[in-house]
């Protein structure tokens, strides 16, 4: 095992929490990067990119999803 030495002053708390912060920043930015939400051009619902929206249908300026179509609630139960 190699040898350390013992450090020689003790570390100030700015010091310490300023490489923490360099971290904490990093692993944020990687955080954002892994899920990229953007707006609808339609509707300016927050949707996932390359995904339809759930909100409207729409995906590329057409319907994908047909909203008109959805079976409603149902409430009552015919005889
Ligand atoms: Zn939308």
Redesign the pocket.
């Known amino acids: 095992m190699a040898k350390r030495s013992t450090p020689k002053k003790q570390q100030a708390n700015s010091q310490s929490s300023r490489r923490y912060k360099t971290y904490q920043n990093k692993a944020r930015k990687r955080l954002l990067q892994a899920t990229s939400v953007s707006k ?1 051009d ?2 300016g ?1 927050a ?1 996932l990119s390359h995904t339809a ?1 759930l ?2 249908g ?1 995906y590329k300026g057409r319907v994908v999803i047909d909203k008109s179509k959805e079976m409603d609630k149902i409430t009552k139960v015919k005889a």
Do not use: G, N
């Open positions: 609808c339609k509707c619902e949707r929206c909100a409207c729409y």
